[in-house]
Structure formats: C-alpha cells, structure tokens
C-alpha cells in the first residue's frame, strides 16, 4: 500500500462550489504539506502543519483553508473554486527526527474548475 | 528568499547514454539540503537524490549522481546509462534546514527529459 494517498485522484467542478481534498499518510511523519503544481510554474507551498495543533501559510494560501484532523489526515479546502485553481495538488510529508526532513509526496489530484 | 533555476527546458538522450541536468539556486543561508524529484507521466513526484550542503562529497544513488559546487551554487544531475524509464521531468529543489519550523522546499520549474531508442 501506498505510505501517502490522495483523495480524490481527479475531480471535475463547477465555479463556485466547494472542494475538499483528502491527505492521509501510514509513515508516521509529523509534518505535512499541501502544493499546486501549474504548467511551467513547478510546485508551490499552499499550506503546511508541523503537528496536528500548527498550522501555517505557505506563499499561496489566499482561497484555500487546510485541516489536521489527526496526525496522519491533512485535508485542503477550496471554499468557492474558480477556474484558477485548476492545477494538480500533491500532498506531502515529513519528520525532522527520521529523515532530516525530506519530503515524500502523495500521487497528486487533479482538479479541474469549469 | 530563496530561488532554485533549472535553465533546460528539455533535454533528450539516447538510451545507454549520459545526461546532465542543470540546476542553480540562490541563498544566502550555510545549512540547506538540496534535491532531485522525477516526475513520470504517472504525475508521481519520486525523490531521486538528497545533498547536504554540509557535505564535501557529492551523493550517488545507482546511476544517478550529482556534482555539488557549493561556492558556484551549483547543483547538477547526471543519469548514467539511461533508461527508456528514466523518462519523466525533473525538478531540482532547495530547504533550508530548520530545526524548529517545518522546513519548506523551493522548486524549480522543471527540465523535461526524453529518452530515446
């Protein structure tokens, strides 16, 4: 089984309406980490929590809201989705004390905003 | 702020061949870690190969290498007998290392690598 899934893997939406996208992670890493990923841009940070009390903006947060429901969950929602926002999000993690911090991501989700 | 530059849009080599992809980045921090992700179709972001910048010797993984030129905040991947597998993009990626502050990475915007028979 995959160590990070993503929830869910593509997803085709209307404007306006309200997404949620799921993280959930087996490797028992404290941190995790929400990034877009558009053509020619690379990926860039939305939002990312350090244990399940911290939470805290990347440099693309503006309409996104992110939650830690338990060490191993980090959900991130669109609350009214534009077309903009089109793009693929990956889920990421971490843990400082086991692996000096290195990212490991999920598959991604693809999600289209008509 | 940190920037991480990949100047190759694409590359393309021939199976068995060598390739090197570039990278440069821009900080003014001493402790960071620096990265290779690969990207298949699949849309997967695999790590590739970890550096610390605190070490002299650049890391190998199988029939990927780096060469880490700190001073030249150089930052190059070389894949040694290319794989038709080995297609996919690449993406160099910079952290600084922090030990009380979840670490972020910087990314590139990729160099697209196309293996060919």
């Known amino acids: 089984d995959a160590d990070v899934t993503q929830t869910p893997r593509n997803r085709i939406t209307k404007t306006g309406k309200r997404i949620m996208l799921e993280c959930s992670q087996t490797k028992g890493h404290d941190r995790m980490y929400w990034y877009r990923q558009d053509p020619g841009l690379g990926l860039r940070l939305i939002y990312y929590?350090?244990?399940?009390?911290?939470?805290n903006k990347g440099e693309i947060s503006d309409g996104y809201s992110v939650s830690r429901q338990a060490q191993a969950k980090f959900s991130l929602s669109l609350e009214s989705a534009i077309p903009n926002q089109t793009a693929l999000y990956f889920c990421a993690t971490s843990d400082y004390r086991r692996s000096s911090d290195t990212q490991y991501f999920g598959p991604g989700t693809r999600l289209t905003v008509l | 702020a940190q920037t991480v530059t990949q100047s190759q849009p694409e590359m393309s080599v021939q199976e068995a061949e060598t390739v090197t992809l570039s990278c440069t980045y821009d900080?003014?921090?001493?402790?960071?870690?620096l990265f290779w992700y690969k990207q298949p179709p699949s849309r997967q972001m695999i790590l590739v190969i970890r550096q610390e910048a605190y070490k002299q010797q650049n890391a190998t993984e199988n029939r990927f290498s780096v060469n880490f030129q700190k001073a030249a905040k150089s930052f190059s991947l070389k894949i040694s007998d290319s794989q038709l597998g080995d297609t996919a993009m690449y993406f160099c990626?910079?952290?600084?290392?922090?030990?009380?502050?979840?670490?972020?990475?910087?990314f590139g915007t990729g160099t697209r690598l196309q293996v060919t028979l």
């Open positions: 900080t003014s921090e001493n402790n960071y870690y």
């Open positions: 929590s350090f244990d399940v009390k911290d939470i």
């Open positions: 990626a910079f952290m600084t290392f922090n030990t009380g502050t979840a670490s972020k990475l910087t």
